[in-house]
């Protein structure tokens, strides 16, 4: 097992398109969490899962935003039509009990 | 909701010195966990110490100790021997508690610089 794995590492993408992220767990983890974080800032709860169920989403995500957890195993957060404010980093973690482990996040840039 | 105040946006030690972060929190919660996570500059987040909201006794773990006051709701660490791989953006998160327990509300970070 290598940990929590995200892809791509990085996303270049401009204003208007769609992107979507991939989050691989811990293979036992049953819950599923995606943060995002801008420069210089804590994370910020997005939203999270526990096995394919969506359990809690932000008021942060905003109708532009999607994410799914099929077979309870990996995970995608889509953002549809983007703006220069979702520049950030996302984070993606995995838990069995009350320790969260993240992956290296994934970067997206909107030009 | 759960607020979480990091009040030393930058700290610095030398190497071999110890040095203290501080973090307080507000939380309707009884029962919920802390935790102090490390962000080196390749920005994976890793975890470095944890505190269970009901021991009274602070955790330890080798260089990294925590004084936690529950009812000042004060969780700062403590770094002892600083060594120059502890340089890196330190946030504390309690866990939200309840049937969201594994929910973290992160703190604004503390850049450490460690000088040699």
């Known amino acids: 097992d290598t940990g929590v794995s995200q892809n791509p590492r990085h996303k270049i993408t401009k204003r208007g398109q769609n992107v979507t992220f991939r989050c691989d767990p811990i293979?036992?983890?049953?819950?599923l969490y995606w943060y995002r974080q801008t420069l210089g800032q804590g994370p910020e709860f997005l939203t999270y899962?526990?096995?394919?169920?969506?359990?809690?989403k932000s008021r942060l995500l905003s109708d532009r935003f999607s994410a799914e957890r099929p077979k309870g195993s990996f995970s995608t957060l889509e953002i549809q039509r983007t703006e220069q404010g979702d520049s950030a980093m996302y984070l993606c973690?995995?838990?069995?009990?009350?320790?969260?482990?993240f992956g290296q996040g994934t970067r997206l840039t909107v030009v | 909701a759960q607020t979480v105040t990091q009040s030393q946006p930058e700290m610095s030690v030398q190497e071999a010195e110890t040095v203290t972060l501080s973090c307080t929190y507000d939380t309707s919660e009884s029962d919920y966990y802390l935790f102090w996570y490390k962000q080196p500059p390749s920005r994976q987040m890793i975890l470095v110490i944890r505190q269970e909201a009901y021991k009274q006794q602070n955790a330890t773990e080798n260089r990294f100790s925590v004084n936690f006051q529950k009812a000042a709701k004060s969780f700062s660490l403590k770094i002892s021997d600083s060594q120059l791989g502890d340089a890196a953006m330190y946030f504390c998160?309690?866990?939200?508690?309840?049937?969201?327990?594994?929910?973290?509300?992160f703190g604004q970070g503390t850049i450490l610089t460690v000088h040699p």
């Open positions: 973690a995995s838990s069995l009990g009350d320790e969260a482990f």
């Open positions: 293979s036992e983890h049953n819950r």
């Open positions: 899962f526990q096995n394919e169920a969506q359990l809690e």
């Open positions: 998160a309690p866990n939200a508690g309840g049937t969201s327990y594994g929910k973290l509300t």
